[in-house]
């Protein structure tokens, strides 16, 4: 129930008078106390604040935040479902959604292939008060390989020319199973532990939307005041959260981790004259300490995705396992990058691609022959901004499904067998074979190739392509100028 409402000076932050007290999210400029003067009506033709009532005993504390000139709004949930990892975050999140929104809280937790067991994030939501039929756990391996990773591939999306953007495609599939969940238990709002500084509450607020346009959002780090590593410890010992003896002390850097690839970022990697200590690679060894020998696969594909490796057919998630457990032996898919983020800052981050980096190149190199040059030169000309729509969280926009469209057309072809050798973080192609090639060694052979090719054609080809540059070297623009 919403007693009265606050006016203030930062952006998209809430607040309300209710009988309990008032609730501040921190504003985006800044924090007023309960008691600062109130501001001219003149300053910017905005009103003064309201007056607060002191805070009864027991109330939730008085905190205040500022919007510009904008009523301050409260959502009213009844139940949430939140991306739920059952670390020190999302623990945390859970409990302060239950204490301040006072909501049912619906937790989910994706299997992704990040490499933990999931058991213990049940057993934390169970201890936190959550329903054993509100805890959904999913084993999503199969699907985020199939239908998210495979299809980026067929793009050979890469942002900024070398990001193979394995945390942004997770991304919409968490929100996918988010929203589905929400609809299932009859859910009126989602929630997430992404902070306000990044790409990920993006990625994840522009899905939710796309598929839930009615769907209220709570983004915890825009709201509370648990700025720090300490005062996260702080409220959960107040609220009896578990917490890792390893979790106590400040993490040295950020992980994330799926199938595809993970990424290290903030902490002791934020300077990016710094080179990354080796305990920041958990994926691969060292491309110095990899083997001293060659290891060399084949790579079956059908209509452009990867069917198979060394003449075993396997499924998307199992052939993607394969090749990382490949990639990591020999040290493959390692890149230290500053790019930069969607919401304007850069940033650095250390990522491990083993697989990915090897299903990358063998992609590309069945693509050299089967497909049309224009055809494959179009779709390079497209994948820019393929990668930056998946990079900035545009996978369930219109425009991601029209370029998906045009990629998938030029993939029916794409069929066949690569070769590569692996050794010391090189993927080097040796061979491709398919039915459906265009390379012609009859036609492009250096010796005798009876008539498939006449050389004189070449003569007027290049006399046709070079008209206009005569032409304009006869007015007096030689070499091209303008």
């Not at 919403?2 to 998209?12: E, H, K, M, Q």
């Not at 309300?16 to 504003?27: D, E, I, K, Q, Y």
């Not at 999503?140 to 999306?157: C, G, I, K, S, Y």
């Not at 983020?341 to 981050?349: A, E, L, P, Q, T």
């Amino acid at each position: 129930m919403i007693a009265g409402l606050l006016w203030d000076r930062a952006v998209s932050d809430f607040a309300v008078l209710a009988p309990a007290g008032l609730w501040r999210l921190p504003g985006r400029f800044g924090v007023a106390a309960p008691d600062a003067p109130a501001r001219r009506r003149g300053d910017a033709g905005r009103p003064p604040p309201l007056a607060l009532p002191p805070a009864r005993a027991g109330a939730i504390p008085a905190r205040i935040c500022e919007t510009w000139g904008r009523p301050m709004r409260v959502k009213d949930v009844k139940k949430v479902v939140l991306a739920y990892s059952g670390g020190l975050d999302t623990s945390v999140i859970l409990k302060w959604l239950q204490t301040t929104y006072r909501c049912e809280v619906v937790t989910f937790t994706a299997d992704l292939g990040q490499g933990e067991e999931l058991g213990p994030a049940r057993e934390k939501a169970l201890l936190l008060g959550i329903k054993p039929e509100n805890i959904f756990m999913d084993d999503l391996r199969e699907e985020f390989v199939r239908d998210f990773v495979f299809p980026m591939f067929r793009a050979n999306a890469l942002y900024e020319g070398m990001y193979l953007l394995g945390t942004s495609i997770a991304r919409p599939l968490i929100a996918k199973r988010q929203i589905e969940i929400a609809e299932a238990v009859g859910a009126d709002a989602v929630a997430h532990g992404a902070t306000g500084k990044g790409n990920d509450q993006v990625r994840f607020e522009l899905s939710y939307y796309a598929l839930k346009p009615d769907v209220k959002v709570i983004a915890p780090w825009r709201e509370w005041d648990l700025t720090s590593r300490t005062r996260l410890i702080a409220f959960a010992e107040e609220h009896q959260i578990p917490i890792a003896k390893d979790k106590r002390g400040e993490a040295p850097f950020s992980v994330d981790a799926n199938l595809l690839h993970s990424s290290s970022e903030g902490k002791i990697l934020e300077e990016p004259w710094d080179a990354p200590d080796e305990m920041v690679w958990q994926r691969t060894i060292s491309p110095m300490d990899a083997p001293d020998r060659v290891t060399e696969i084949t790579i079956e594909f059908e209509r452009g995705d990867a069917v198979g490796v060394n003449g075993e057919r396997m499924s998307p998630a199992t052939l993607l396992a394969r090749l990382n457990a490949l990639g990591r032996e020999n040290g493959i898919g390692r890149l230290d990058l500053v790019e930069n983020r969607f919401v304007g800052m850069k940033s650095r981050g250390c990522y491990e691609t083993p697989g990915g980096t090897i299903l990358h190149v063998a992609h590309r190199a069945i693509e050299s022959i089967t497909l049309d040059r224009e055809a494959a030169h179009l779709k390079d000309s497209l994948m820019p901004r393929y990668a930056e729509l998946i990079y900035n969280g545009f996978w369930f926009a219109p425009e991601r499904r029209m370029l998906q469209a045009l990629i998938d057309e030029s993939q029916k072809s794409v069929s066949g067998t690569v070769r590569l050798k692996l050794y010391k973080g090189n993927t080097i192609v040796t061979g491709r074979q398919s039915p459906n090639s265009l390379y012609s060694m009859k036609h492009v052979t250096f010796e005798e190739d009876e008539g498939a090719y006449d050389q004189f054609d070449a003569q007027g080809f290049i006399k046709l392509n070079a008209l206009r540059l005569r032409l304009g070297a006869m007015a007096g623009r030689k070499g091209g100028a303008l």
